[in-house]
């Protein structure tokens, strides 16, 4: 199979790799692609390596496709992460998307030691440097995460589309115009299936704390409408309920569906739950599983 023949998919399931450890993972995986949804995306933070994790992943499934959102380039270079996409392929008959992103300051130089460069122009010399050489650099399943426009246009010119995060419909919808028709636009929404509105807004805000502090999302935030004041304590009722979901299962479908109607290719949902009751994550991930569908 051609590598750009892949089918993305429309369902996808986006979880942090950390929050499991290696036995959990191979239940999650497995249950997932049971579910009948497409794709799972992971992260790379403090703990698993990215490359590792997805080879491992891979070989606990066989018809799953897998996600990195994101590998850091900060982490490996050009040329490892070229050569680890084809290698991860190869061995699992065209099932995996390398998803590249700057993360963050704290991330890469606090954690990694390295220095932070503009992120636009270090995510272009990458790419660059990935391609170089490559008559099939075209074929090379990479997209990157994207929140502004400049990212957003990069992503449109040396990549097959973009993983933002964080986002509303009305960020996807932006995000569509900038990249154009036919590049991969996978969307991931936060949900939390909870009929009692106070608990859903204390998860929400647990869950979203971590990334309150970090400019690149509160930057995109306030480019899409929101104030600074919404963004304080914790975030405004507003704010929480645009970036998680909550309620009831109609809720979260409609939810899903402007995110479609904005323009994603897919969407990619992360279940909002209590720390650690892993279970409760697997029962919304029930609810909303392809298989299911009438």
Known sequence: MELRQMELGRMGVWYAADKLEPAQWIDWITTVERFGYDMQWYSEATGFESMALGSFLLCQTTRLKLGSSIANIYARDAIASRNGTKTLNRISNNRYVLGLGVSHVPLVERFRGHQYGRPVATMRSYLEQMRAGQDDADSLPVVIAALGPRMLELAAE?????????????????????????????????????????????????????????????????????????????????????????????????????????????????????????????????????????
């Not at 299936?193 to 309150?212: F, I």
């Not at 400019?215 to 309920?241: C, I, K, M, V």
């Not at 992360?270 to 909303?288: C, I, N, S, T, Y």
């Open 158 to 294: 040396l990549t097959w589309g973009a993983i933002p995060y964080n986002v509303t419909p009305e960020h996807t919808a932006h995000a569509r115009s900038i990249l154009g028709p036919d590049k991969w636009l996978v969307v991931e929404q936060k949900i939390c299936l909870e009929p009692d509105a106070g608990k859903a807004l204390e998860l929400a805000r647990n869950e979203l704390s971590r990334y309150m502090v970090l400019p690149n999302y509160r930057n995109n935030w306030l480019r899409h409408g929101f104030t600074e004041a919404e963004l304080q304590d914790g975030g405004s009722e507003r704010f929480l309920n645009a970036i998680v979901v909550c309620g009831s299962q109609a809720t979260i479908e409609a939810r899903l569906q402007e995110h479609f109607d904005a323009g994603a290719t897919q969407v990619c949902i992360q279940p909002v739950h209590p720390q650690g009751d892993v279970e409760r994550a697997k029962a919304m991930l029930e609810a909303f599983a392809p298989s299911h569908a009438s």
